[in-house]
């Protein structure tokens, strides 16, 4: 099963939005209501943000939200801060667990 | 406190093994199903297996069926990996993480690395 599409970069200024996109396919995005999203620091694991596409985890600020439209979800980071600048990773269940292709985030 | 530690990674050449081990601490292991996430040096994160919480199911990646072996000793709250037949892409950083169900992974560990190299 191949990787989810994500865009391999995105950016934005302290304070503004950015969003990355995750786009799948009718069997695994836009067939389950099932897709987390993850932030990496470099050199550090994964960090769980968001699951079951809007849902997120205790302790995790509320800048960051989710949504799903069809084959693509979205992961919506606000008011951009200098720590938000990672790689985010998409992931949703399917048949086989398939991570997006990552998203570099930079913060301007 | 709330943690999982890998351990058991190293230089080994293709065609050899290595058994990865993870330790949890911190919550109830036996009522979780677990899992191990690889990440390439430079490449993004590639899921590779699970196990049920009794150890009764298993599910791998198509490019590791055959070779790696995930298991499970609730007695003693370790997750472990059996790697065999090791290839040279199977060089990364191998992460063990707690599955919550439908692909979320809420705790994971600092991650081990294996490299696959003559």
């Known amino acids: 099963q191949s990787a989810l599409t994500q865009p391999p970069s995105a950016s934005g200024s302290p304070g503004q939005s950015v969003t990355i996109s995750c786009t799948g396919t009718?069997?695994?995005?836009?067939?389950?209501?099932?897709v987390s999203w993850y932030q990496q620091h470099p050199g550090k694991a994964p960090k769980l943000i968001i699951y079951?596409?809007?849902k997120r985890p205790s302790g995790v600020p509320d800048r960051f939200s989710g949504s799903k439209s069809g084959n693509t979800a979205s992961l919506t980071v606000s008011g951009l801060q200098p720590e938000d600048e990672a790689d985010y990773y998409c992931?949703?269940?399917?048949?086989?667990?398939?991570f997006g292709t990552g998203t570099k985030v930079t913060v301007l | 406190e709330v943690q999982l530690v890998e351990s058991g990674g190293g230089l080994i050449q293709p065609g050899g093994s290595l058994r990865l081990s993870c330790a949890a601490s911190g919550f109830r292991f036996s009522s979780y199903w677990m899992d191990w996430v690889r990440q390439a040096p430079g490449k993004g994160l590639e899921w590779i297996a699970s196990?049920?919480?009794?150890?009764?199911?298993?599910d791998y990646v198509d490019s590791v069926k055959g070779r790696l072996f995930i298991s499970r000793d609730n007695s003693n709250d370790l997750l472990y990996l059996q790697m065999n037949s090791l290839r040279v892409d199977d060089t990364a950083v191998y992460y063990c993480?707690?599955?919550?169900?439908?692909?979320?992974?809420?705790?994971w560990g600092q991650g081990t690395m294996v490299t696959v190299s003559s």
């Open positions: 993480a707690r599955d919550i169900g439908y692909g979320a992974f809420d705790l």
């Open positions: 196990i049920k919480t009794d150890g009764s199911t298993e």
């Open positions: 009718s069997s695994d995005v836009g067939y389950y209501n099932y």
């Open positions: 992931l949703s269940y399917g048949r086989r667990d398939v």
């Open positions: 079951e596409v809007t």
